[in-house]
T-cell receptor
């Protein structure tokens, strides 16, 4: 299968707290997992990614974790700010040589001041 | 600035009309995509092109057809639009890392 499940679909957190978004994939051949952020009226933009040879990657307040055995990966935003409010999409790349991406359904994050 | 460019930004049309959306990427990527984003913001892949060869067709209705002249261009044609085609259509390109999106074309079918 090539589905990517993303949960939760809606997430509300207080400013300054952490937000976590979880994704799972089916194809064990997946080896690249990008996360995109889409702000209202804008196109999705890549914010952080992780490859299958890593378990953890951090860029400032963004942390991604990958559990290949469980076929799960997650995005954690620490010290959330109102500017983090957006739609977030996870994706899994099935490396057939053509880098096909399958996206999760998205998570709407709302950071409450 | 290199990016993924889509035109038009918005399009309103009547049921049964034909529409075409254009997409050009200046990132030098080999693979381009069309995604449909519905009112709930769900992203669903429609087509994927790698070096002008269709590599993914997610069983979209036959009225949708991708058109590509070279690896930097991937257009989307809808032969006879239906009300359920109202959505934002996002073009994207990718290489080894990441997928880069255009700003989208919002289609409204009345």
């Amino acid at each position: 299968g090539e589905q990517v499940e993303q949960l939760p679909s809606i997430l509300r957190v207080q400013e300054g707290s952490s937000a976590s978004i979880n994704c799972s994939y089916e194809d064990s051949a997946s080896n690249y997992f990008p996360w995109s952020k889409q702000e209202p009226g804008e196109n999705p933009k890549l914010i952080i990614d992780i490859r299958s040879n890593m378990e953890r990657k951090q860029i400032q307040e963004l942390i991604v974790l990958l559990d290949k055995k469980a076929k799960r990966f997650s995005l954690h935003i620490t010290d959330t700010q109102p500017g983090d409010s957006a739609m977030y999409f996870c994706a899994a790349s099935f490396n057939t040589g053509n880098y096909k991406y399958v996206f999760g359904a998205g998570t709407r994050l709302k950071v409450i001041a | 600035e290199t990016a993924v460019f889509q035109t038009p930004n918005y399009h309103v049309t009547q049921v049964g009309n034909e529409v075409s959306f254009n997409c050009k990427q200046t990132l030098g990527h080999d693979t381009m995509y069309w995604y449909k984003q519905d009112s709930k913001k769900l992203l669903k892949i429609m087509f994927s092109y790698n070096n002008k060869q269709l590599i993914v067709n997610e069983t979209v209705p036959r009225r949708f057809s991708p058109q590509s002249s070279d690896k930097a261009h991937l257009n989307l044609r809808i032969k006879s639009v239906e009300p359920e085609d109202s959505a934002v259509y996002l073009c994207a390109s990718s290489f080894r890392r990441g997928v880069f999106f255009g700003k989208g074309t919002r289609l409204t079918v009345v």
